[in-house]
T-cell receptor, first 112, second 112 residues
Framework: KQEVTQIPAALSVPEGENLVLNCSFT??????LQWFRQDPGKGLTSLLL?????REQTSGRLNASLDKSSGRSTLYIAASQPGDSATYLC???????????FGKGTMLLVSP | DTEVTQTPKHLVMGMTNKKSLKCEQH?????MYWYKQKAKKPPELMFV???????INESVPSRFSPECPNSSLLNLHLHALQPEDSALYLC???????????FGQGTRLTVV
């Protein structure tokens, strides 16, 4: 059974810092990995989808990397802003559908 | 348009009530999902519909009854719920298996 782990569970940084969120998974036979953002009490916003054949995917200040063989992904956020404060979740699909197994998330607080 | 719309945003219901949650997408996606999320936990899969047929039921109690009237709509009928069923209910859709999943903003359900 796939297990997804995210480290750290919480992170507090001052505005402007670059930061890295980590995600690891136990079964490397994945099709893709998806990073989401969740604001308190809200739904999930898809940030990046990185295919198993890709090493990196970029969107604005966000960069996701994937190392399938080692079962790891990172989400790099450049020049963090208070508006980046949220919980970040990584997820991998399994079972032939896009049924996602999620990590427990990293709660990010960026202070002005 | 990558929008999944859920209604209502908030719902308070008694244990003897019957209510329904609704989800709609117009992206032409053929797979739709219901997830349940408790506070400070990751989302957990409840049901998967593929091409309007129920494909996965994650051993969800019968007081939750899903319905997919057409390829754009997904309902979750609720009856005789318990206070522990209070949670954020998230709907998602994807083009097919192992493709990017898009989530709605959720329905915050409180059972009293």
């Amino acid at each position: 059974k796939q297990e997804v782990t995210q480290i750290p569970a919480a992170l507090s940084v001052p505005e402007g810092e670059n930061l890295v969120l980590n995600c690891s998974f136990t079964d490397s036979a994945i099709y893709n990995l998806q990073w989401f953002r969740q604001d308190p009490g809200k739904g999930l916003t898809s940030l990046l989808l990185i295919q198993s054949s890709q090493r990196e995917q970029t969107s604005g200040r966000l960069n996701a990397s994937l190392d399938k063989s080692s079962g790891r992904s990172t989400l790099y956020i450049a020049a963090s802003q208070p508006g980046d404060s949220a919980t970040y979740l990584c997820a991998v699909p399994q079972g032939g559908y896009s049924t996602l197994t999620f990590g427990k998330g990293t709660m990010l607080l960026v202070s002005p | 348009d990558t929008e999944v719309t859920q209604t209502p945003k908030h719902l308070v219901m008694g244990m003897t009530n019957k209510k329904s949650l609704k989800c709609e997408q117009h992206m032409g996606h053929r797979a739709m999902y219901w997830y349940k999320q408790k506070a400070k936990k990751p989302p957990e899969l409840m049901f998967v519909y593929s091409y309007e047929k129920l494909s996965i039921n994650e051993s969800v109690p019968s007081r939750f009854s899903p319905e997919c009237p057409n390829s754009s709509l997904l309902n979750l009928h609720l009856h005789a719920l318990q206070p522990e069923d209070s949670a954020l209910y998230l709907c998602a859709s994807s083009q097919a298996g192992n493709t990017e999943a898009f989530f709605g903003q959720g329905t915050r359900l409180t059972v009293v």
